[in-house]
């Protein structure tokens, strides 16, 4: 049996910036992120990177990899791309991750010429291992707009979706072009493995369904990206951009292949509540593939200024515990609950989900759906199952 195991942070769109932002040669009071390059650090609960230092030291939080899907900083600012990547940095450092891979979000491309006028000039000389340690890949991608960083568990595709903005006009769509879709195409011919295989970019590959957040940003050639992908059996697509964390799957044209798309949010962008209702986000994805199958828990952290990060359920965040590659239905998964546990009034969840493994790893909506369907029934979480309930109670004995 073949089986692999990847853990991954995943920190996207901080829209880092000073308090004071220049526009157009004017100093401007606009505070667009809760992570400001000239803040202090205390009180904790204030500071999105310390209060989520304090939670990885608290929780004692381990990663393998972390993953940056870009827009460090806000509107170009410099010194908010030098502490927005210097700040993920010290978050995969706390983490005690050993590889972190970034790529490039439209805010970090200087498209309106603010500090020079070649648009690339502040994200390439960023250095500091940005977007990533190895040396070829990074002209890699810079030339090509993608690249392949290989690991003995994992394969991760790395799009620079912002490739081709060079001015404003051209800043609207993210993009990948044919030349590297074939690019794609041949390397993966030449590379079929069981690795965790994870695509990443700044943009959605195809427009994002909910929120009213706009669909005309998406990758140009988007769709047919996900359909190599699928032909190659890619398990999962990771985006930023939207800072409205959401998870779908998404069926291929080749391959017979569903790829999940998670959307991940934003870690610190002041914008989230007003434009999508939905708060900050870290999450932690806890993926295994065996088989050839892969699954994925993912853990979520919101954050709400004097708060601090909670991994709490709450409307107005994401399913603090979910996941995707659940091969059962919610009504298969009830009939297996009713069958191993109808003469017990009180289970233990994590013995339930140890025999019942496949609930760990149903999609948020999923996951809502049992909750209601068990309460329905009689059986009644001490918790919504978003939050990792204790025990499950059995009402109909």
Known sequence: MNHRSLKIALISDLHCHPTDKLDEGKIIKEISTYLLTDMLR?????HPVESLLNIIKNEKLEVDLTLCPG???DKASIQGLISGWGY????NRKLNSK?????VGNHDVDVYAKNNNYSLKSVKGLKRNFPFKNVDKVDQFWSKG?????DENYRVLVINSSHFHYNKESSYNGEISAD???YIKDYMSENKDDKIQIAMSHHPPISHPNKNLGEDDKIVNGYELLNILGEFKFDLFIYGHKHHPFLKNVNTLTGNNIIPLFSSGSFSAGTNLMFSGVRNAFHILELKKVNNKCKGKILTWTFLPNKGWESNYDQSAFAPKTGFGSSMSIEQIYQEIENNFKSDRKIDWARLTEKIEDINYLMPEDSKKLN????SKGWIPDEHIWQGPKF???TNL
Do not use: G, Q, R, Y
């Open 42 to 46: 205390t009180p904790s609960n204030n």
């Open 71 to 73: 827009d460090f900083t």
């Open 88 to 91: 993920s940095l010290e978050i």
């Open 99 to 103: 590889n972190i891979i970034a790529t």
């Open 146 to 150: 993608c690249a392949f960083l290989e």
């Open 180 to 182: 590297s879709l074939d």
């Open 372 to 375: 209601e369907l068990l309460k």
């Open 392 to 394: 499950l109670f059995n």
